[in-house]
């Protein structure tokens, strides 16, 4: 087998850098680490109203066994009138990349 080596100079605008896929996945993973959304940045996340979410995704069996902070889970699950919901940002995210079949089916 042969093989070809060339150089090619790419010119790379000063207010740019080049990383590789690896460093850019760390960066997006990093920019949800201890970060939690409340229901209105989940509502923006799924494109769906509050309602939807709790029937489809939060109150199922299913999942708010794997959810609820009470086993473990990564979601705040209000207990009175007055307490918000909070989620915790990158393991909701995952979650719902993970699901998304399952949740939209």
């Known amino acids: 087998m042969q093989s070809l080596s060339v150089n090619i100079n790419i010119p790379v605008p000063a207010d740019s850098v080049i990383i590789t896929k690896i460093e850019l996945k760390e960066l997006k993973k990093l920019q949800l680490t201890g970060v939690y959304w409340s229901m209105k940045d989940l509502?923006?996340?799924?494109?769906r109203k509050s309602e939807w979410i709790k029937e489809n995704i939060l109150y199922p069996?299913?999942?708010k066994k794997v959810l609820d902070a009470?086993?473990?889970g990564f979601v705040f699950y209000p207990k009175?009138?007055?307490?918000?919901?909070?989620?915790?940002?990158?393991k909701m995210a995952k979650?719902?990349?993970e699901n998304f079949d399952r949740i939209f089916a």
């Open 43 to 47: 509502e923006k996340r799924v494109n």
């Open 61 to 63: 069996t299913r999942f």
């Open 70 to 72: 009470e086993n473990g």
């Open 80 to 90: 009175s009138k007055g307490q918000t919901w909070s989620f915790q940002a990158s």
């Open 95 to 97: 979650f719902l990349d």
